[in-house]
């Protein structure tokens, strides 16, 4: 059902005269894409092993795929904060907002910018795409947040990234890679710009769409740095990411001295700490990335379907 | 190329021989829907990203938060002569460069490549999980991914291992990676490519969607075999959008990351490893100087500009597709 | 054409799935509002953390202040040192309002702090009290501090009490005092028991197969370790190793400072009888470290490692019971030690692997690794010019400093946390040192209150109890397993500290806590400095022994680009100044 065009021609193909090449290629495609799973999923079991290591003994070193000593103190140390769960859901809140409010806007723009006759498709052009290489500076970013009223607000983490200039272009590229006939055929039928934007383009953009979509969606959770700047005096609005930040410096923090002296008297208890950073990095690592990592498989459905969109031929 | 509509439009237009302002504005009041659409955003884009844009004066003033514009003390280009003058800069400037060209070079093979050949992989299933594995790293923050690099690379890592075990090396003279200078720009952008391959694949592979299959069964008939169809269906069916990216990315030589080169750097490497942002950071922010993290910005989006408009108009004469 | 038909056929399905997309979107939109009703109240109560406050202080300001008006303020704090809280959750914190009837929302520092200062500097909002750290000077230099010297006048009278021998040194430029630091003396000084602070380490039982002897120079106890290397060829060990990595690279770049008998002055020696700073980063004493280090390279007794491993690295290593010595400040490396120090609390064999630290200089001269009593007066908590009632502040903080309220923020609760035997000593059972744990620190306070306040930091009280626990002896000798005990019987000592000579008085102690501007010619030539060390420091441990002057020759003439006279100026005129505040 979900074979992909591609396949479908290749299959027959080989069938024809299965060609002593293609299997030599398809042996050395998959092998070498073995290895490089091997190689990308190293680097996240390694640290899911650490997380579920004992944080003294991951000092050691040598933890490679397996823990050593099996605990899970350290997500329970990460987890048992109780702000966890409401920063959480202020997580998903901004993500699932921020990603259909981005992707609905920048798509909205990019099809003004596809139509070639439009009188200010050029000068919108430009002017979204320069702002891709300037920045105001930290200070007058935040004075214009403080004056929009935005500080202390959700809406900070919306309207800020209300366009993606990067979408908007990848959108763009989309659009004017359609079939003509279509977009023609529908003009033809007397749709106006906002319809055919909505029921025709839309439509026929998903798989640009789902990307664009992942693309916010992890940036929007990932985001800790606006909740640093203008949210972080309110706890209500806190993100999971903030929150791990916060959990992670503190885990720093009882490790350094202060000052001077020992103020810090009771740090005289070897076997105290029973976390360290290491350890409480692995585990915020797992704990902030495989949410999100989830959505790619769903996502991943609609690059496939894309595939068998086009594949439907008569 | 889609000129239909545009022809009928201004067919209806131009009998009326209206000119200049006015004519624009008839256009723009029949076009009143796609203004509808985009300018909103316009607005939106000024106050958002051109308003805070009066902070680039920062960059010719001694700036002191606390106080108001007036109070200000005007320095003139003295901060950029600070960054200019340094004798350091040419070479933060020419590491900056290398390792954003190695970024962008090796960063675009690989992904286009392993596109290509996911896209060729008959398994849907062994594809779905080759697809999803390798965009695993993206999700690794720099730390980590720099923690795990270095392990690696260590004296005892696999590596020096592996190389001990070929008989490459003998025991004692293991090879101090991230003590070699010249190997800095070579781990930074296989570090990149592990970390960011099967992220970057991901809008060829949406991009792929799009090709008309009938093109792979007319290259079948003609007897093309798998790497020709490679070559001349896929390669040139998502060629727009590789160049529209390329060119965006040219506009950003100058912006090489600042973690991993943080993270890996150490005193050994610096000669290669000190780029632009670590130098800003280590005399403009860490000194508490915003007005030379502005002046730096400032260069960067005058070469970028510089850069943008050049690549854009090269894709422009040789008849490719362009960013605008 | 066909296509075509497909395609609109496909719209349809198209449009089904987006409704329910509309549908999910609109869900979340009222879900959304649901919440954010709520949240947008707090938005518009938040700010007023400073609108807020005025109707309490109206209230408050019937002139006699009555404590029992609870009123909250917010305090904000530049290190990242504990978890967000009111202080009144706390079981110190709830007594301290009782008295006062004030409570304090804590807020610590998330991403960089000088970002976060500078917004604050920016929109002149700031928390009511905070604790800028390092960017205490653009606080100051923005006017967000007021003057404490009438309010101290006034309601103070502690304060005085405590702070009024520093006043000299804490006064800025126009002669006011904008901020408390924390690291005052009170009573006698008594040292820390423990090594937090720099020393040579080495593994026990490198000292147990030598007999224990007495190690007090460099080349003795590169020696040992030489030696002890060689009898053990079979455990492919590591002589030393050396802490480079990022901003700790001052572990390997301030030994020569320590052998040459200094405390930890940061980038200068001060001459005892002179009081002339000098840096020593170019010196003799800096070319005769790095020569032995140089030298230990060559003998394969030196992990070249240690120039590119980062800090995990590194403790991953201490921990592995194969490196035999460093190098390294007692609590920078508080974790390895803890790991060892917990498989021998298991495992007395393990013991073997515990560092110990040596007081080793150069030719064998009286030592200076602890610190000094010192003062640390470029870090503090102030009040800032959005707070409304900062007489009520300084009341509580006038409060703090009572011996009672000292005796809560460090010990706690008489027969809680500490016991009192018949000579009036205070103690702590085996079972209380095994209750206060991190948890407990965090739920009775004392992660919030041992520091980040005016207070007692360190000496004792007048009954000649120490200040803080972990200075009471008897509380740690509690703390030392029998090989503790065995291996400091050896040497005739009864706590770590006693390896070492004591400190001699350096009223200007530490000069690396001298203010500098941010920004200064100081600041940026300690940038360039850590810059140049960090390069050549490599190259001069690593280079054959016969080319080690040639490259010492080389460091010489990129360092003498720097203008190090005028540095050496500047601090010695600092230092000449708190001398003289000090009288």
Same mark, same amino acid.
């Given at each position: 059902m979900n074979n992909s065009a591609a396949e479908a021609v290749s299959r027959k193909k080989s069938r024809i005269r299965s060609s002593r090449g293609d299997q030599i290629f398809d042996i050395c495609n998959i092998t070498f894409l073995t290895l490089l799973m091997i190689v990308t999923l190293y680097p996240f079991l390694n640290t899911a092993a650490v997380s579920l290591n004992n944080a003294t003994d991951s000092i050691k070193g040598g933890i490679y795929l397996l823990p050593r000593i099996w605990t899970l103190d350290n997500y329970s140390y990460v987890l048992k904060e109780a702000t966890i769960f409401h920063a959480t859901l202020i997580s998903i809140l901004r993500t699932v907002i921020g990603t259909i409010v981005t992707v609905f806007c920048s798509a909205m723009v990019a099809y003004t910018i596809t139509r070639q006759d439009f009188v200010l498709r050029k000068f919108v052009t430009i002017a979204f795409i320069l702002t891709m290489y300037f920045n105001g500076g930290l200070i007058p970013n935040f004075l214009l947040i403080r004056d929009l009223g935005l500080l202390n607000n959700f809406w900070v983490y919306i309207f800020p990234g209300l366009i993606g200039v990067f979408n908007l272009i990848i959108i763009r590229s989309f659009i004017e890679g359609l079939p003509e006939s279509i977009l023609e055929s529908a003009r033809i039928d007397g749709a106006g710009d906002f319809k055919m934007f909505y029921s025709i383009v839309l439509p026929l953009c998903v798989p640009v769409l789902a990307t664009v979509a992942l693309f916010s969606a992890v940036y929007q959770w990932n985001q800790w740095f606006d909740v640093f700047l203008y949210n972080s005096s309110n706890i209500d609005l806190s993100t999971l990411q903030y929150e791990l930040q916060k959990i992670l410096q503190n885990s720093n923090a009882s490790l350094t001295p202060k000052s001077a002296g020992d103020a810090f008297a009771n740090a005289n208890n070897p076997g105290g700490n029973t976390v360290t950073p290491f350890a409480i990095r692995a585990t915020m690592t797992i704990v902030a990335s495989l949410p999100i990592i989830m959505v790619y498989p769903f996502l991943q459905k609609y690059f496939v379907k894309g595939m068998t969109v086009g594949g439907v031929k008569g | 190329m889609e000129s239909k509509p545009t022809m009928t439009t201004s067919n209806l237009v131009l009998p009326k021989k209206p000119t200049g302002l006015k004519r624009f504005g008839i256009k723009l009041l029949e076009q009143r829907v796609l203004v509808l659409m985009s300018v909103p955003f316009l607005v939106w884009l000024f106050i958002f990203k051109y308003m805070p844009l009066w902070g680039w004066t920062i960059a010719f003033q001694k700036y002191k938060p606390a106080k108001s514009f007036s109070e200000q003390k005007w320095v003139g280009f003295d901060h950029f002569n600070f960054l200019f003058q340094d004798e350091r800069f040419i070479r933060v400037l020419r590491n900056t460069i290398a390792m954003s060209g190695i970024n962008l070079v090796l960063g675009f093979v690989t992904a286009i490549t392993l596109a290509l050949l996911l896209n060729e992989v008959r398994k849907v299933a062994f594809k779905r999980i080759v697809q999803t594995v390798s965009y695993l790293p993206h999700f690794i923050s720099w730390v980590v991914a720099a923690s795990i690099i270095q392990t690696t690379l260590s004296t005892d890592g696999i590596i020096n291992e592996l190389l001990l075990w070929f008989g490459f090396i003998e025991k004692g003279n293991e090879i101090l990676f991230l003590g070699i200078p010249e190997y800095f720009w070579g781990i930074f952008g296989a570090g990149s490519v592990w970390k960011d391959v099967g992220w970057n694949t991901i809008v060829y592979l949406a991009a792929m969607t799009m090709i008309d299959p009938a093109q792979y069964e007319a290259a079948e008939m003609d007897g093309a075999g798998r790497i020709k169809r490679m070559w001349y269906v896929t390669l040139p069916g998502i060629k727009p959008v590789i160049i529209v990216l390329l060119i965006m990315n040219i506009g950003y030589l100058l912006e090489s990351g600042f973690e991993p080169q943080y993270l890996l750097g150490n005193g050994m490497n610096i000669d290669y490893s000190e780029n632009l942002d670590i130098f800003v950071l280590k005399y403009g922010i860490a000194q508490g100087n915003y007005s030379l993290s502005i002046a730096a910005g400032m260069f960067k989006t005058i070469i970028s500009f510089i850069l943008l408009f050049g690549a854009n108009n090269i894709a422009k004469r040789l008849g490719e597709s362009r960013l605008f | 054409m066909k296509v075509l038909t497909k395609m609109l056929r496909l719209k349809g399905v198209r449009k089904k799935v987006r409704k329910k997309l509309l549908l999910v979107c609109l869900a979340a939109f009222m879900i959304f509002t649901a919440a954010c009703s709520k949240n947008s109240n707090d938005g518009g109560t938040k700010p007023s953390d400073a609108t807020n406050k005025p109707k309490e202080t109206t209230e408050a300001k019937t002139e006699t202040p009555k404590p029992l008006d609870k009123v909250t303020f917010s305090y904000f704090n530049g290190v990242a040192a504990a978890k967000d809280i /009111? %202080? /009144?959750? %706390?079981t110190i914190g709830k007594i301290l309002e009782d008295q006062t009837g004030v409570n304090f929302k804590i807020e610590h520092l998330v991403g960089d702090l000088n970002t976060k200062v500078g917004t604050m500097i920016a929109s002149n909002a700031y928390p009511d009290v905070m604790i800028p750290d390092a960017a205490i000077d653009k606080i100051l230099d923005a006017g967000a501090f007021i003057a404490l010297d009438d309010l101290i006048e006034q309601y103070g009278p502690n304060i005085k009490r405590v702070y009024g021998q520093y006043f000299n040194q804490m006064r800025a430029e126009d002669g006011k005092i904008y901020f408390l630091p924390f690291s005052n003396t009170v009573g006698e000084y008594i040292p820390d028991p423990n090594i937090n602070q720099g020393a040579f380490w080495v593994q026990r039982r490198v000292l147990k197969e030598a007999g224990y002897p007495k190690i007090t120079t460099l080349d003795a106890y590169t020696d040992l370790i030489k030696n002890f290397v060689e009898k053990h060829k079979d455990e492919e060990l590591t002589g030393m190793v050396s802490l480079t990595h990022d901003w700790r690279f001052f572990a390997t770049s301030n030994p020569p400072n320590h052998l040459a008998g200094y405390p930890n002055d940061g980038n200068v020696i001060v001459d005892m009888t002179t009081f002339e700073a000098k840096t020593y980063a170019a010196d003799d004493n800096t070319k005769r470290w790095l020569k032995k280090l140089n030298e230990l390279n060559a003998e394969g007794l030196f992990d070249k490692s240690s120039f590119v491993d980062n800090y995990d690295q590194y403790l991953a290593k201490l921990t592995s019971h194969k490196v035999v010595g460093f190098f390294d400040y007692g609590w920078q490396f508080g974790n390895a030690q803890n790991a060892l120090k917990d498989a021998a609390k298991q495992d007395p064999t393990q013991d073997d692997f515990v560092y110990f630290p040596l007081p080793v200089t150069f030719d064998g001269q009286k030592d200076q690794y602890l610190d000094p009593p010192g003062f640390v007066k470029n870090r503090g908590l102030g009040i800032t010019v959005s707070a409304k009632d900062a007489a009520r502040i300084v009341q509580y903080l006038d409060n703090l400093l009572t011996d009672e309220n000292q005796i809560l923020q460090k010990w706690g609760i008489k027969g809680d946390t500490f016991e009192v035997d018949d000579k009036g000593r205070m103690y702590r059972t085996a079972e209380q040192i095994a209750k206060i744990d991190e948890p407990f620190n965090e739920k009775f306070g004392f992660k919030y209150y041992s520091w980040n306040w005016p207070l007692y930091a360190g000496g004792s009280f007048p009954d000649g109890n120490s200040i803080s626990p972990g200075s009471q002896p008897e509380v740690f000798q509690l703390s030392l397993t029998e090989k503790d005990k065995e291996i400091l019987d050896k040497y005739g000592v009864k706590t770590y500290s006693e390896m070492f000579a004591a400190p001699d008085d350096r009223p200007w102690y530490p000069a690396w806590g001298i203010p500098k501007e941010q920004g200064s010619p100081q600041q940026i030539w300690e940038t360039k400095k850590d810059e140049i060390t960090k390069k050549y420091f490599p190259k001069l441990v690593l280079a054959k022994q016969a080319d080690f002057d040639k490259v010492w020759e080389e460091y010489l003439a990129a360092f003498s680009k720097l203008d190090t006279a005028a540095y050496e100026k500047w601090t010695t005129e600092q230092i000449k100044i708190l001398i003289d505040a000090a009288k």
């Open positions: - | - | /009111n %202080t /009144n959750e %706390t």
